[in-house]
């Protein structure tokens, strides 16, 4: 089993960063890939960006150069650094791990309004 846990939500001017933060506890070394997703009102739940165990990222487009994934083995924690905000950046944003399942958090919600 995997536990996930999000914090670092909030609210947010347009322009203002937030990172946010999974804490990961469980069978962590079963854990191959990494990833936040979004989910706003009324739309589908989506990729906002990866990680690999070996480092390698992916984002969705929408994202690219604003934000920034990471992992902390050594805090057992991934991030996401958000830059830029913008208000169509507003949802819950959810930590998923892979494994030979996938696991996810409760969520976290992310404003981001003037």
């Known amino acids: 089993q995997v536990q996930l846990v999000e914090s670092g939500g909030g609210l947010v001017q347009p322009g203002g960063s937030l990172r946010l933060s999974c804490a990961v506890s469980?069978?962590?070394?079963?854990?191959?890939?990494m990833g936040w997703y979004r989910q706003a009102p009324g739309k589908q739940r989506e990729l906002v960006a990866r990680?690999?165990?070996?480092?390698?990222?992916n984002y969705t487009d929408s994202v690219k150069g604003r934000f920034t994934v990471s992992r902390d083995y050594a805090k057992n924690t991934m991030y996401l650094q958000m830059n830029s905000l913008k208000p169509e950046d507003t949802a819950v944003y959810y930590c998923?791990?892979?494994?030979?399942?996938?696991?996810w958090g409760q969520g976290t919600q992310v404003t981001v309004s003037s």
């Open positions: 469980g069978k962590i070394s079963t854990i191959h890939t």
């Open positions: 998923r791990a892979q494994s030979n399942r996938n696991y």
């Open positions: 990680i690999t165990s070996s480092g390698s990222t």
